[in-house]
């Protein structure tokens, strides 16, 4: 009867599972850093569009960046006009007083210039950091909500390289690039204005050669894209393998592999070496194209104009102006390109940012989550089946008890058996593929994430220290407490009297991951931690593995009062410290194989007592050696 129901359940939820390995799938493959990832061959357009959403909170400044560019561009139109006036009027009439306002004018407009100009560059930059501050911030935000299985499908340094170096790169491209293509364009057409309106013929003379730089920039920009893809794999890669190689330094010394590292370290780095020679060389293709069709334009306009070809007839004014503005109008071109260029470069780092931000967490609040009230305690485990990914290997296979409030249970069993995986779907860092957990009667996943994990204090195997010091740390667990609360709470797991024993007590620093600390410490500073938060239900992952036999004696006598009245659930390999629980569950091939108190287990005579029994050999067999 319970596998049909679970039978019924798996077909029920199918569709949500399906969906859920879609997602992973369009989330990025399992990789390493020898391994790339895929991008898309082309410019993503709606990645180009994305990034006006963060342009938007800051239009009142654009608009006044516009204004003042608007202005300067007009100022760049109406040099040359001025200097076409004082060549072909003003100097041969001999006015001195008209000489001296033109002059007066240059100068003036020249000082607007410059102004306009300084403040363009300073206001631009500020949006543009802004705007990288917004981006980054929603990227690490983001990266908070994702689940577990998203951490283990990539390198962490793959996705470190997304809020850092990625984000780095779209600095120029936002800061200047985005809205002075704007100002460009505008310059653009109303140089092109402003040439027909002088001479018509002789525009068309200027603009002969524009279909070739056209032609230029697309073939150019397929290459591009494609080089600077390959750099952002190899950059990605690269990173990773840096991330674990310092991750993993102890091991290398240990073995004394650091000639091996270094070698892959060489082919990572040489990958990217290549890569970004290529990617560059192509990028130098693009500034002399365009360079030189605007040589050859001016050129051509000098020729033109002096010859009187193709029935250009000009003064010498107006080819002097023709020539202003042959470079107000190529240079907005040649800014363009390089825009362009630049959002090649981008497009490649906005596709794997925008990946990043575009993948939904599978643990998320369902639409119409209640708020978990003040609970008791009282779990149940219904049938449970979980998956890591859909079609999968079962991790757990009808996993089915039911604990009442403040009873304290044990998870025993061999390495990979499933222990974890249950205190993980408590927690809700997984969803079960089939079944329900419940708490108090209220499926884990019909409550807001919030409100499930404020009530649960969870202190799992690889226990974490942050940068900063002990009395910090501790108050992790919650952020309005007291000192006194803090140290009360380190007096109850043991940890106050070598604190007190640290260079500065509670003041004293720690580095990152707590390397400054024995494994011991670090743990009993991480128990302090979650005992301070006062969670109703509280899970502990091989708590003491790392805490010796004396201090886990004491350490034991401090906890009894505090899991009075608590439901909590232990897992541990060393089961001297579980003897005392309520309930212990042997799980073995994710399955529960049996249960009972310790005199129960040992009773029956079944896989607790052989491993109790070869625990007690390992133990007598130390101690008389």
């Not at 200027?206 to 290459?223: C, E, R």
């Not at 090649?344 to 596709?351: H, N, P, R, V």
Request: hydrophobic share 40%; glycine share 8%.
């Amino acid at each position: 009867m319970r596998a049909g129901t679970a039978s019924m359940r798996a077909q029920g939820r199918g569709q949500q599972a399906k969906s859920q390995g879609q997602q992973q799938a369009q989330a990025g493959q399992r990789n390493t850093f020898r391994e790339d990832e895929d991008l898309a061959e082309q410019i993503n357009l709606k990645d180009i569009a994305r990034i006006g959403s963060y342009l938007k909170p800051y239009v009142k400044d654009v608009v006044r960046i516009l204004l003042v560019v608007i202005t300067m561009s007009c100022i760049a139109v109406a040099i040359p006009y001025l200097t076409k006036i004082m060549i072909d009027t003003v100097i041969p009439s001999g006015s001195m007083g008209q000489l001296t306002a033109l002059g007066v004018g240059f100068f003036a407009a020249i000082v607007v210039y410059e102004l306009c100009h300084r403040y363009r560059t300073v206001a631009i930059t500020r949006v543009g950091q802004e705007m990288l501050k917004d981006m980054r911030r929603d990227l690490f935000t983001h990266i908070q909500t994702l689940p577990f299985s998203y951490f283990d499908s990539r390198p962490h340094g793959k996705i470190l390289i997304r809020v850092v170096n990625y984000v780095n790169t779209l600095s120029d491209t936002l800061s200047s690039g985005l809205i002075n293509v704007i100002a460009d364009v505008f310059t653009f057409f109303i140089t092109l204005i402003a040439m027909f309106l002088i001479d018509w013929r002789l525009t068309l003379w200027s603009l002969i050669l524009f279909p070739l730089l056209v032609v230029w920039v697309l073939v150019l920009q397929h290459f591009q894209r494609r080089a600077y893809q390959r750099l952002s794999n190899k950059q990605s890669n690269l990173n990773a393998y840096i991330h674990e190689s310092i991750a993993g330094v102890k091991t290398t010394q240990t073995f004394v592999r650091e000639g091996e590292q270094f070698a892959t370290f060489q082919e990572q780095q040489g990958q990217v070496r290549s890569s970004w020679m290529r990617a560059v060389r192509l990028q130098m293709l693009m500034w002399p194209g365009v360079q030189n069709v605007s040589t050859i334009t001016i050129a051509l306009i000098y020729y033109m104009g002096i010859m009187g070809l193709g029935g250009v007839q000009v003064s010498t004014g107006v080819l002097i102006a023709f020539v202003g503005y042959a470079n107000s109008f190529w240079n907005p071109v040649i800014n363009i390109g390089n825009f362009y260029n630049q959002l090649i470069t981008c497009s490649a780092y906005l596709e794997r940012i925008f990946e990043t931000l575009d993948v939904r967490p599978e643990i998320a609040d369902k639409p119409g989550a209640t708020q978990l009230p003040p609970i008791k305690g009282k779990v149940d485990f219904n049938d449970v089946v979980f998956r890591y990914e859909p079609g999968g290997r079962e991790i757990l296979n009808l996993v089915d008890f039911h604990v009442q409030p403040g009873q304290t249970v044990a998870l025993v069993g061999p390495t990979g058996a499933g222990k974890t995986t249950i205190v993980n779907l408590l927690s809700r860092f997984y969803d079960v593929s089939e079944g329900s957990i419940t708490i108090d009667d209220h499926d884990v996943r019909d409550v807001t994430l919030e409100s499930l994990r404020r009530q649960m204090g969870v202190m799992l195997q690889d226990t974490f220290i942050f940068t900063g010091n002990v009395r910090e740390n501790i108050r992790y667990g919650k952020l309005d407490a007291s000192d006194q609360e803090i140290e009360e709470a380190a007096k109850a797991v043991h940890a106050h009297e070598f604190i007190m024993d640290l260079p500065d007590g509670y003041e004293t620093r720690v580095e990152e991951r707590g390397s400054t600390l024995s494994a011991g410490q670090r743990q009993l500073i991480a128990f302090a931690r979650v005992l301070l938060a006062d969670p109703r239900i509280l899970i502990l992952d091989e708590a003491t593995s790392a805490i010796d036999t004396r201090t886990e004696e004491a350490l034991q006598a401090g906890l009894r009062h505090l899991l009075k009245g608590r439901t909590s659930f232990v897992i541990a390999h060393r089961l001297s410290t579980i003897e005392g629980a309520d309930q212990i569950y042997y799980i073995d091939h994710g399955q529960i194989v049996e249960h009972g108190s310790h005199e129960q287990l040992l009773a029956q005579k079944g896989a607790y007592y052989r491993l109790y029994e070869s625990q007690y050999t390992m133990i007598r067999d130390a101690n008389g050696a």
